[in-house]
């Protein structure tokens, strides 16, 4: 996998002038957002005050609605240019990191992982009204196939007031991946909570849940610690949750300090990191000629590249070959 | 009257619960025994083809093949009891990996396309009967706490519940059995 040391040369070689162009073009935006702002404040107030001169509306109604009005308008204008940049970012960017990294990944921004390969995961069982997703990366790394793509899930709750607002069930990275043993049971692993704060009696109402299978108690105090595991047959879940398997999932939580959940299904593994924030888009207000914008991108995506070199998901035994 | 029957019930209802789930974490121990005693069963049917393959070229450990063959067909007899079973696969196991040691010096048998597949086999092998291992640790430790601790210690010394062995998980099966890795080094 390509090195942070090498990135250097290949931010001035390969990405710095089409960088330029783009920072050129985020530079306009940003004026041409500004000049929005002040036009729109001033539209707005005109709008206001027609409306109290004209009586139309009381003082207070007349600003809330101008306001509302002005913010519409500018979150219009703002989507509008935004949008054609943000696929110039991704062009530019995102995937040009990604091919720095391993050449042979596709990478797609438009589509996600898809709806039922989320669903036949079992990591989330929950009812969802909002399925959203992009920037996949697809290929074969060390010999394995990976796929993953950033997810948004949600689902539409009303409060006890009756005001609709929307919950999210996860958001981050989706990560599938081809397992290195073949299995037929489905295991599931998720973060504990409720025995890290309730101690025995967490663990013993974690025994009470049976909708993900039994209560995997596996002998390493470290991952027991941070994890929950569930599963359909006792010996299959500690095949696939080897020793190793174990500290290697303890380290990637230590290392990026994220919540995690995976699950084992059809000798495939899925893993979701939970990010609060959208991973792989432009935000106006940072210059893209800075070099620590670009090494940020890079850390990350060799991070989740990485998954199949540190989970040593490479090395097949002998069912796999 | 009344809130003796009440109380009685009680203590009914948890004599129930007590006895219920102790007979439960027995039964999921023989369960669990079960599933290695399957896999152990599928390393003791591969090890004829290991030793065939092995004989053509280990002159030197004939006593070690004839050791591990006896040990075989102790442990293929039927009426064997869980411990006798446990004993006999780990006196098994020692003497195999001294074996697959011993493969090194043997460059003739490291090379040969029908023993490598053999070894790849029992490498897996040795990672399900590793997975079975704990799986089965795991549940007659559960047990032993449960015939250990108050109240059900009681109830269970009652039922005359006895402690099981559990299977002595080797230092080098911690860090994963990869028997691979022996013939690379």
């Not at chain 1, 090498?6 to 710095?16: I, N, P, R, T």
């Not at chain 1, 039922?116 to 990366?137: A, H």
């Not at chain 1, 074969?140 to 990976?146: D, L, M, S």
């Not at chain 1, 890290?196 to 849940?209: D, P």
Request: charged share 25%.
């Amino acid at each position: 996998m390509a090195k942070l040391s090498s990135l250097l040369d290949y931010y001035y070689e390969s990405m710095y002038a089409d960088l330029k162009v783009l920072e050129n073009e985020r530079l306009r935006i940003i004026a041409k957002l500004k000049k929005a702002i002040y036009v729109l404040i001033i539209l707005g107030m005109s709008f206001c005050f027609f409306l109290i001169q004209g009586k139309f509306l009381i003082p207070l109604h007349a600003f809330l609605l101008s306001s509302m009005v002005a913010f519409l308008i500018y979150m219009f204008i703002y989507r509008h240019e935004i949008a054609g940049y943000k696929s110039l970012f991704k062009d530019n960017i995102i995937e040009k990191v990604i091919h720095f990294i391993d050449p042979s990944l596709v990478y797609d921004k438009e589509h996600s992982i898809l709806e039922s390969e989320y669903q036949q995961s079992g990591i989330f069982s929950q009812n969802y009204d909002k399925f959203s997703g992009s920037d996949l990366v697809s290929g074969v790394i060390n010999g394995v196939k990976t796929r993953f793509s950033t997810l948004h899930v949600e689902e539409k709750r009303k409060d006890k007031d009756g005001k609709e607002h929307w919950y999210t069930h996860f958001q981050g990275l989706f990560f599938i991946v081809d397992f290195n043993k073949d299995f037929k049971s489905k295991t599931f692993i998720f973060p504990d909570f409720a025995e890290r704060s309730l101690g025995v009696l967490g663990s013993w109402m974690q025994s009470l849940n049976t909708s993900k299978g039994e209560l995997i108690k596996l002998d390493n105090s470290e991952f027991e610690k941070f994890f929950v595991v569930y599963g359909d047959d006792q010996i299959e879940s500690r095949y696939i949750l080897s020793h190793t398997l174990m500290e290697k999932i303890i380290n990637f939580k230590n290392k990026n300090k994220k919540n995690l959940s995976l699950s084992f299904v059809n000798s495939k593994m899925y893993l979701c990191v939970d990010y609060n924030k959208e991973l792989f888009e432009p935000i106006l207000t940072k210059s893209l000629l800075k070099f620590s914008q670009i090494k940020e991108y890079f850390e990350l995506l060799s991070m989740i590249i990485g998954i199949v070199d540190e989970f040593k998901l490479g090395d097949k035994i002998w069912s796999k070959r | 009257m009344q809130t003796f029957l009440i109380v009685a019930g009680i203590i009914g209802l948890v004599i129930v619960l007590m006895y219920n789930a102790l007979i439960s974490k027995k039964n999921q121990v023989d369960n669990i025994f079960a599933g290695v005693d399957a896999v152990l069963k599928k390393r003791y049917d591969l090890l004829p083809s290991i030793i065939s393959s092995l004989q053509e070229y280990m002159i030197h450990e004939k006593t070690t093949l004839e050791k591990i063959t006896q040990l075989r067909s102790q442990a293929m007899q039927s009426g064997l009891d869980n411990e006798a079973k446990m004993k006999l696969d780990n006196q098994f196991s020692q003497m195999l990996g001294g074996l697959m040691v011993s493969v090194e010096n043997y460059p003739t048998l490291k090379a040969n396309e029908n023993f490598l597949h053999l070894q790849h086999t029992l490498n897996e092998l040795e990672e399900q009967i590793s997975a079975a291992r704990r799986a089965y640790n795991q549940s007659v430790t559960d047990y032993h706490n449960a015939i250990e601790m108050f109240p059900t210690n009681m109830m269970a010394s009652l039922m005359h519940l006895e402690h099981k062995m559990l299977f002595t998980i080797i230092q080098s099966e911690r860090q994963n059995v990869d028997v691979k890795n022996l013939f690379q080094k």
